[in-house]
């Protein structure tokens, strides 16, 4: 059986085509993709390429589906189930997986990077990594776990607590997804976006206000976003690395005097973790975080050359794809 596809053979190109459908392992188990979200990792993956992409590929880690086979040693998910897929498989034994931190594992494999992923009719992956979509919760919907269970690890990095002020720097779709699970955490988000469209969806503030926070997380790829947040920090407050520089723009001038008399934290935050995918089902399927107006665009999967010019230009928020 073969299956329609978008699959990247070399940076900077891609293609619409047919390809094999993979019959499950033992312990695996084949969606049938409902819907795809397309991010700006997306982009970035397909015209740049990314320190875990391994080619040829079928790019897509933002995935919602229906489980239409399983390997025989799969148990605990059932013919029919629509299920969120956590992109991620871990081993489950080394010192990062043992100490709840598996996005980090030592053998780590994501779907789209170094296995096939969602930009496709099916998709087969471990048993292990679909997570149940909570009964009532629609595709569309659910397929923002995958996004908002990187903003939960980030935010559970900085060690978020009820009433702290967050400055978020951006308002794009990772930017606004921070701002409302820290608001739903019950901590105070303010966002800084200096456009001027994303900034009054979000209510959000052109410039930085005159204030420091308790965290401090950069959502944008700007150097100087990042240099603004570190000055805004209140005495033990946590800045989280939550974007990625270009190589060549990726060093700064860090005042560790500060750090030192301030007792302040600069905290990484890569991807996320199984139970942040759980945590975040949760918080969608209990309207905690609401995102139905972040859709800006359904489109067709062979229409991805549009949606990537969409994304690579800031003109949608979130785009979701269909094969």
């Known amino acids: 059986m073969k299956m329609k596809c978008v699959q ?21 188990v084949v969606i049938e993709v409902a819907v795809t979200g397309l991010c700006r990792t997306d982009l970035k993956l397909i015209q740049v390429g990314h320190r875990d992409l391994i080619l040829p ?22 013919i029919g189930d629509l299920v969120y897929v956590y992109p991620g498989s871990w081993c489950g034994q080394c010192t990062s997986c043992i100490n709840g931190a598996e996005n980090l594992c030592r053998k780590m494999e994501i779907m789209g990077f170094h296995r096939n992923g969602g930009f496709a ?12 979509v909570p009964e009532g919760l629609q595709p569309d919907i659910a397929v923002f776990a ?49 456009d001027q469209r994303r900034c009054a969806l979000i209510k959000g503030n052109l410039s930085c206000p005159d204030r ?49 008399y301030m007792e302040q934290t600069i905290v990484g935050a890569y991807g996320c973790c199984y139970r942040h ?17 972040m859709i800006s665009h359904r489109m067709p999967l062979y229409d991805l050359s549009t949606a990537l010019e969409l994304v690579k230009h800031r003109k949608g928020m979130k785009i979701l794809l269909y094969p």
Not at 57 to 78: D, H, K
Not at 121 to 132: D, G, H, R
Not at 283 to 291: E, F, G, I, T, Y
């Open 277 to 293: 995918g759980v945590q975040a089902l949760d918080l969608l399927s209990n309207r905690a975080v609401n995102v139905e107006d």
């Open 121 to 132: 009719e099916y998709v087969t992956v471990p048993a292990k990594s679909v997570i149940p």
């Open 146 to 194: 995958e996004p908002l269970s990187c903003c939960l690890n980030a935010l559970e990095l900085a060690g978020i607590r009820e009433e702290m002020t967050v400055g978020i720097w951006g308002a794009g779709p990772a930017g606004t997804l921070l701002s409302r699970a820290a608001a739903a955490l019950g901590a105070q988000p303010i966002s800084i976006e200096p």
């Open 212 to 260: 420091n926070f308790d965290i401090c997380v950069v959502a944008v790829g700007l150097k100087q976003a990042y240099q603004e947040a570190i000055d805004k920090l209140k005495p033990r407050g946590h800045l989280v690395v939550f974007s990625g520089l270009p190589p060549a723009d990726d060093r700064l001038k860090i005042n560790f005097n500060q750090l030192h």
């Open 8 to 28: 990247v053979t070399e940076i900077g190109k891609f293609q619409l085509t047919q390809t094999p459908l993979q019959k499950p392992g033992e312990h695996d």
């Open 57 to 78: 590929r079928i790019p897509g880690e933002e995935v919602v589906g229906t489980v239409i086979e399983a390997g025989m040693g799969v148990s605990g998910v059932q």
